[in-house]
């Protein structure tokens, strides 16, 4: 059936479909759009003055709740421990629920359709939503990595890029859908991410990698078109900054952005079809040959035999000899002794490995530094004197800026990595050094200072987690990704709280009761307070900045102790692996049409 569509000039248009909708580059489609909604927890700043007026928080009350959101996307431990067990569809249903219930819980409070929650069940409730955030992450993008091993730096960078630019993909959906309404934000943000998780929810899904020498290009391709994307978000937003935009055409721009997001679905189609035709003039090339293989049954035999005899075997004779040594030692006797970096560790080896105590320090100051600056955006704009209508383009800017330093550290680390052996960790130090410029304009209150640290704080957030994850998955392997990914984020929410909640809101709130006693004012019950002037932030980001500069620190010694790591080939089990695959597949395929070939018309 498939060489009459050959035959017939033309692909078969069944078959073609469904190869594109089963095959790879579909699912890193399908895991680019599930990204790219995923990225909720980073639109805090949107709707957050909604919470803090309609509830009557104070500042260190909205810190808590925002530590609560950043506890939940970043504690993905659950998820991850749930994908060990089961395939990916099951951990992206779960998230999918949890992201509906707890936003729609948080919009019916704000909206006041339910009475006034108490603090812990609003902390409840965003804690809920944003969790699906690492459900989400676990699902999409761990089996993303799986599939991809040795373009991982790329595919972290590319799928954590489209997360970034979520906000600003979200914030023109929703000001074409409902206009300036930002508490209706929270309802779009409850159901559009759900909507499109269960919708692709059975592409999303563990294949057998495949060395693909194309590869690389390929995600190049992807990248280019999301540059474009994110290009033409800025010039949205640099329009929509200078000139009132009516609802109308917030539409006819969502549309073009709508039509910019689906273009990477080009490029899945156009490798789907160079594979077709390449597997049918396989397919055509091999008819002829089916006579020469029809001499016996035992001749097949021998051919799909001998191959074995070669490095699959000893693969798996190695695969039952570590089987039988991991159930002789117990994982808890192991625990202080690890094999050696990139070969893959039990979930204690890693979690009590000093080089992931490094990183999960490193990550609360850089992380918990920037995340601090990101989540109080709009309030530093306010006590900065910052029209209203500004901060959704500090939001949208470091939308855009977070997917920048995503995808740049991932490809260029990578690049680096392959081609110079530069240690994927420095890129990280030197991320962490950058990141003090951003929170040093905040502390000074430097006239329109904020716009450039916006660009620095989400260049430099996004670069981050790429970094982290990969390096995790280069220093630790990939057997139990899953929980080592869903750990390493975990260090988030500690910074968060530290620097966010113990540090900011704490010196945000000091302040402005400092401010109302000048005054001689007296807060009023369930009466937010507002702080006004340079004053409200500077000390704590100074503190930030201090804090990063240390983690900054903390990482070369971490860069020093993987060196030698570094140095050498670490991607060379994995194109091992793939090369034995790929034999096992042309063996297949060998017995395939000796089975065949009798019934060609051959005679045995």
């Known amino acids: 059936m498939v060489l009459a569509g050959v035959y017939g000039g033309g692909p078969n248009m069944g078959g073609f479909a469904v190869q594109v909708i089963t095959g790879r580059w579909f699912m890193v489609f399908a895991a680019i759009l599930i990204m790219a909604a995923a990225g909720a927890t980073y639109m805090f700043g949107l709707y957050s003055a909604d919470i803090k007026e309609s509830l009557g928080y104070d500042q260190s009350t909205l810190n808590l709740l925002s530590f609560f959101k950043d506890l939940g996307s970043t504690v993905g431990i659950l998820s991850g421990l749930i994908n060990e067990v089961t395939p990916p569809w099951v951990v992206l249903s779960i998230g999918a629920v949890l992201n509906f219930f707890g936003y729609f819980m948080i919009w019916l409070a704000v909206t006041e359709k339910i009475s006034k929650p108490k603090v812990w069940q609003m902390c409840l409730y965003i804690y809920i939503g944003a969790n699906s955030q690492s459900f989400a992450n676990t699902g999409a993008l761990v089996t993303a990595v799986k599939n991809f091993p040795e373009s991982r730096g790329v595919v972290l960078g590319l799928l954590k890029g489209f997360v970034g630019l979520s906000g600003a993909i979200i914030t023109q959906l929703y000001h074409a859908v409902y206009d300036d309404d930002s508490k209706s934000l929270i309802l779009m943000i409850g159901w559009l991410p759900t909507v499109i998780s269960f919708v692709f929810l059975r592409t999303i899904r563990i294949m057998k990698v495949v060395r693909n020498e194309k590869e690389l290009k390929v995600f190049y391709r992807f990248l280019y078109m999301s540059l474009g994307l994110a290009g033409f978000l800025m010039v949205l937003i640099i329009l929509q900054k200078k000139y009132h935009f009516s609802q109308g055409e917030y539409g006819i721009s969502a549309a073009a952005m709508v039509g910019l997001l689906f273009l990477p679905l080009s490029i899945v189609i156009r490798e789907e079809l160079l594979s077709w035709r390449t597997n049918k003039k396989r397919a055509l090339g091999s008819v002829p040959k089916l006579e020469v293989v029809t001499e016996t049954s035992d001749s097949a035999a021998k051919n799909t035999t001998n191959p074995a005899k070669t490095e699959p075997v000893s693969t798996s004779e190695s695969d039952a000899k570590t089987t039988e040594e991991a159930k002789e030692a117990s994982c808890w006797t192991t625990v202080f002794q690890p094999p050696s970096r990139g070969e ?155 620097l966010n909640v113990r540090v900011a809101g704490y010196l945000y709130d000091k302040e402005a009761k400092k401010q109302l006693k000048a005054l001689g004012l007296v807060r009023k019950a369930g009466e937010d307070l507002d702080c006004k002037g340079v004053e409200c932030f500077r000390l704590a980001f100074l503190i930030i900045t201090a804090v990063t500069i240390f983690g900054a620190v903390i990482s070369l010694i971490l860069v020093m102790r993987t060196r030698k790591f570094y140095k050498s080939d670490i991607y060379k089990k994995f194109r091992e692996e793939a090369m034995a695959a790929e034999q096992e597949m042309a063996l297949a395929a060998v017995a395939k049409d000796a089975i065949g070939g009798p019934k060609t018309g051959t005679k045995e």
Request: proline share 3%; charged share 10%.
């Open 344 to 498: 893959d560790f039990t979930i204690l080896q890693a979690l009590f490995s000093l080089d992931m105590l490094i990183l999960f320090f490193a990550t609360i100051c850089g992380v918990g530094g920037t995340l601090t600056a990101i989540d109080n955006l709009g309030q530093i704009g306010k006590s900065l004197g910052y029209p209203k209508r500004t901060t959704s383009t500090f939001v949208s800017l470091v939308s855009i800026w977070n997917y920048l330093g995503r995808v740049v550290s991932g490809f260029v680390s990578e690049h680096l990595l392959q081609k110079y052996k530069f240690p994927r960790t420095l890129v990280l130090t030197l991320t962490l050094v950058l990141s003090c410029v951003g929170h040093l304009l905040i502390a000074f209150g430097v006239p329109n200072g904020l716009y450039f640290a916006s660009v620095i704080i989400g260049f430099c957030f996004g670069a981050q987690w790429p970094l982290i994850f990969a390096i995790v998955s280069e220093l630790f392997g990939l057997k139990y990704y899953s929980t080592l990914y869903n750990f390493g984020s975990s260090a988030s929410p500690v910074g968060a709280y530290l």
